[in-house]
Nanobody, 127 residues
Framework: QVQLLESGGGLVQAGGSLRLSCAASGGSINMYPMGWFRQGPGLEREFVAAINWSGGSTNYADAVKGRFTISRDNAKNTMWLQMNSLKPEDTAVYYC????????????????????WGQGTQVTVSS
């Protein structure tokens, strides 16, 4: 059973940057498509970014495109989300997710497509 652990969240001023990490344990994520989601106060969980198993293909929500970068290192069993030019509306709990079931696509932007989730890390952007 794979466990995912996010880290790197915190409080930052608007315009600042944060780098979130998602470390996997209990198994390898080498072949798993992975993604980042977030849930703001009073909002539903939403897609942020996704990456295919090799890291060669990525997809982003329009709200973060050009500001956030998703990446992974399978040798380190870790995925990252580099967040630049942060805005107050980016405030949310950020979750990483991995898809372990069989797949035919490259990456996935729906939460129901993922099997493993981390516990989340809080990101707060002050204005």
């Amino acid at each position: 059973q794979v466990q995912l652990l996010e880290s790197g969240g915190g409080l930052v001023q608007a315009g600042g940057s944060l780098r979130l990490s998602c470390a996997a344990s209990g198994g390898s994520i080498n072949m798993y498509p992975m993604g980042w989601f977030r849930q703001g106060p009073g909002l539903e969980r939403e897609f942020v970014a996704a990456i295919n198993w090799s890291g060669g293909s990525t997809n982003y929500a329009d709200a973060v495109k050009g500001r956030f970068t998703i990446s992974r290192d399978n040798a380190k069993n870790t995925m990252w989300l580099q967040m630049n030019s942060l805005k107050p509306e980016d405030t949310a709990v950020y979750y990483c997710a991995a898809r372990a079931r069989s797949y035919s696509g490259t990456y996935y932007d729906a939460s129901g497509e993922y099997d493993y989730w981390g516990q989340g890390t809080q990101v707060t952007v002050s204005s």
